[in-house]
């Protein structure tokens, strides 16, 4: 269709300008949405961008038709690939079928491929991994947003803003205001288009070779399954009492769970690694977009800037500049910073810390697995092991003031959403917690609620609570970091539990068996301390809670709003209603095996 209306031809005529203006940093004195609207008038080459798109029912009729053609037509010979396979014993059976499974007291229907299409699949030497451009960076600027329908990949129609399948209000919204009210949003997500990386090869390859040698779970590398050394459930027997056949049931879906986590960890792991390894020489450009809050995120999903510790170890900026007087030692407080040691120190304090440990940061720089493996011990210990070898040639260079550094220093807000929240509410000792009052120490909220919860531990285990005492030194700042941080949008006691049980079993000296208790225990005193910490914090809160119940069920309508760049925001949270569309039954080709 593009290539019809005559897109990518225009396409062609305006990016090699517009290509050179970003590269050379043209764009400080005209940004990007501005050039290419000026290349555009000066070659005559507007662009008809408005593509039409599916409706959310087109999508659904279309899918239920090769969903019906999948179930009733795709057809497999039975037995396969035999030197028996003659005219008497052949039988051509459905490659999919649907199957009902309990998961608790519910049946779940399913669709489950053939087992002769699995073992056939299985005997397929490994293929290389292939991704859909959209879930790759690029190797060119991505394409400035121009309107909520003309921006990111080149040639692939990109969302604007990221939302769940169904919610069309918010983008009937922005379709309609003018280019003049929201241009700041597009301009503002462009530069950040604009921005090129590289890959950092030398943290990449030691990354690899741990990957490769089955990974290690202190440093947040999946292990295998293989690797896993895990223990295997008794299998169930005749025989057995009603209770030991529950326990055994339950510990063998327990175990296939963890199975799934450890292969899924593994797969996702492979995929940024692949995709790392593949653009290793290369300059890329990472496209933007937002979600319905209006905050912005990198579209490649699998690897990105914004990833975990392990995704930001291995990425550089692909512009560098000298360090300056000063970059050398905001490298050395960035380091202090990664590794949580020194958080309650003044920034002072850190840089000299820094220079207390030199001998243990190039030692880490130069020898990282044979030596003191001083990184091994930080929070973020990749970034932390970037960051010693970024300081480690900064300092051998002839000049570190002209050395020219590719490496990207974050700064980090304290919990920015509690800053918010205090703010708003005048909180005076929320404020406190989270910087927004002079101070000569940085405080950290985390600390503050570890403390506090670990009071309240020690208070339970005096009073001969068992699971206070087992608790004993395992509350650590990083057990309920994430609960903290997103108690603010609203976490519930169930999720708190989830995050909080991953965390405390990835520690090895914890007892398994009392994770459930302990989790459970955790999040009611995290919850209690943070509403004790932030009170008038908790009142605002409540009132939102109030307002969107109020707006939902009496009004019957979406809570709205609009940002301060004018994106009109619609919270797509509505009550699923299933319904059966009539026509063709598409589950006739049932089957019972499972």
């Not at 069309?168 to 604009?194: H, M, Y």
């Not at 001998?359 to 970037?386: C, H, M, N, V, Y």
């Not at 490496?407 to 918010?420: A, E, I, T, Y």
């Not at 609570?465 to 509350?475: C, D, M, Q, T």
Request: glycine residues 4%.
């Amino acid at each position: 269709m593009r290539r019809k209306n005559g897109f990518i031809d225009k396409l062609r005529l305006i990016y090699d300008d517009y290509t050179n203006h970003v590269v050379t940093n043209q764009r400080f004195m005209m940004n990007e949405r501005q050039k290419w609207n000026e290349i555009t008038k000066e070659k005559f080459a507007f662009m008809d961008h408005n593509d039409r798109r599916w409706t959310f029912t087109q999508v659904l009729q279309v899918g239920e038709f090769l969903y019906d053609v999948l179930l009733k037509h795709a057809k497999i010979r039975v037995p396969l690939l035999t030197e028996k396979n003659t005219a008497s014993n052949k039988s051509d059976n459905s490659i999919v079928h649907i199957v009902y499974r309990h998961s608790g007291i519910v049946s779940e229907k399913q669709v489950k491929v053939h087992p002769t299409v699995l073992h056939f699949f299985s005997h397929i030497p490994e293929a290389t991994l292939d991704f859909s451009c959209t879930e790759l960076p690029c190797l060119v600027p991505p394409l400035p947003w121009l309107s909520s329908t003309m921006g990111g990949y080149l040639l692939t129609q990109t969302e604007f803003v990221r939302s769940p399948i169904g919610a069309t209000q918010q983008d009937a919204r922005i379709r309609t205001l003018p280019t003049e009210k929201i241009g700041g949003l597009f301009d503002s997500i462009n530069v950040l288009n604009s921005c090129s990386w590289k890959i950092n090869g030398q943290v990449l390859d030691l990354l690899m070779d741990i990957f490769r040698r089955g990974g290690d779970r202190r440093l947040s590398v999946p292990v295998s399954l293989e690797n896993a050394n895990l223990t295997e459930p008794l299998p169930i027997e005749k025989g057995l009492s009603t209770d030991e056949l529950k326990r055994r049931e339950i510990a063998i879906a327990q175990m296939r769970k963890i199975k799934a986590e450890i292969f899924s960890l593994w797969c996702y792991e492979l995929y940024r690694l692949s995709i790392a390894n593949h653009f290793r020489n290369e300059i890329f450009w990472f496209p933007h977009n937002l979600d319905f809050r209006g905050r912005v995120y990198p579209i490649p999903p699998h690897f990105n800037h914004l990833g975990s510790d392990i995704a930001r170890g291995i990425i550089l900026f692909a512009e560098g500049k000298p360090l300056g007087p000063n970059g050398l030692r905001q490298l050395k407080i960035h380091l202090v910073n990664l590794t949580d040691l020194k958080k309650k120190a003044s920034v002072n304090d850190r840089a000299k810390y820094a220079d207390e440990i030199m001998d243990d940061i190039l030692d880490s720089a130069d020898r990282p697995i044979e030596g003191r493996q001083w990184w091994k011990q930080s929070e973020e210990p990749w970034q932390t092991l970037a960051c010693c070898m970024e300081i480690a040639r900064a300092i051998r260079s002839p000049d570190h003031t002209k050395y020219v550094s590719h490496f990207p220093v974050h700064q980090d807000g304290s919990c920015n959403v509690l800053q918010h929240y205090a703010a708003m509410g005048l909180d005076d000792i929320g404020a406190a917690s989270v910087n927004l009052k002079p101070n000569d120490l940085p405080q950290d909220v985390y600390s503050v609620v570890v403390d506090q919860v670990e009071q309240e531990r020690k208070q339970d285990a005096a009073n001969g609570l068992p699971i206070a005492k087992i608790l004993g030194g395992f509350i650590k700042r990083k057990v309920i970091k994430q609960t903290i941080m997103t108690t603010n949008y609203g976490v519930t006691l169930f999720g708190a539990r989830q995050q909080i049980s991953r965390q405390l079993r990835d520690i090895d000296e914890f007892p398994r068996e009392h994770i459930s208790e302990a989790s459970t225990y955790l999040a009611q005193k995290t919850f209690i301390s943070l509403r004790e910490l932030f009170r008038e914090t908790r009142k605002i809160q409540d009132w939102f809670t109030d307002c969107a119940r109020l707006i939902s069920r009496v009004r019957e309508a979406a809570v709205e709003w609009n940002t301060p760049l004018s994106l009109p925001v619609v919270q797509p949270y509505y009550q699923e209603v299933r319904m059966r569309h009539k026509g063709k039954d598409i589950y006739d080709n049932y089957s019972s095996f499972a």
